[in-house]
């Protein structure tokens, strides 16, 4: 398959450092395709339209869940649910979800049918996640 794994990464504001970190990672994999909004939107650009155009255009959406991300409120609320909204009108080979725990709060119940990986684990776990999300 040489087809890159177009990666959404949803996270808080709070959290961006670690997204960011994550998002280099992924950038090396040569068969990933990562999106985070402080690496790829460009001055002016309307973010809102470009960050929901990102979730539909990816594979997968990573989203990371932590202390910091709930309740859930503001934009990351609303990407969330616009993730989810995808999920039920895509077949799951079409479009997925894994969720990346950052800490021990526990996953809303809304995303609990979905996959997830301990970020404690590392950037490998995670790299590992999405190959089996890929289907190699």
């Known amino acids: 398959m040489n087809k890159k794994l177009h990666v959404f990464i949803s996270h808080c504001a709070e959290d961006r450092l670690f997204a960011?970190?994550?998002y280099q990672e992924l950038?090396?994999?040569d068969w990933l395709e990562p999106w985070l909004d402080m690496e790829n939107l460009e001055p002016g650009q309307d973010?809102?339209?470009e960050i929901l155009k990102a979730i539909h255009y990816?594979?997968?959406a990573l989203v990371c869940f932590s202390k910091n991300a709930l309740p859930l409120t503001g934009f990351?609320?609303?990407e969330t649910s616009q993730i989810l909204d995808l999920t039920r009108d895509r077949l799951e080979e079409?479009?997925?979800i894994l969720l990346l725990r950052l800490d021990e709060t526990p996953?809303?119940?809304e995303f609990a049918k979905?996959?997830?990986?301990e970020a404690s684990g590392g950037n490998a776990a995670v790299v590992e996640a999405l190959r089996r999300k890929r289907g190699n």
């Open 20 to 22: 960011s970190a994550l």
């Open 27 to 29: 950038k090396r994999e």
């Open 47 to 49: 973010w809102a339209f």
């Open 58 to 60: 990816a594979n997968v």
């Open 76 to 78: 990351f609320k609303r």
């Open 94 to 96: 079409e479009y997925g």
């Open 107 to 109: 996953i809303p119940a």
């Open 114 to 117: 979905y996959p997830s990986v």
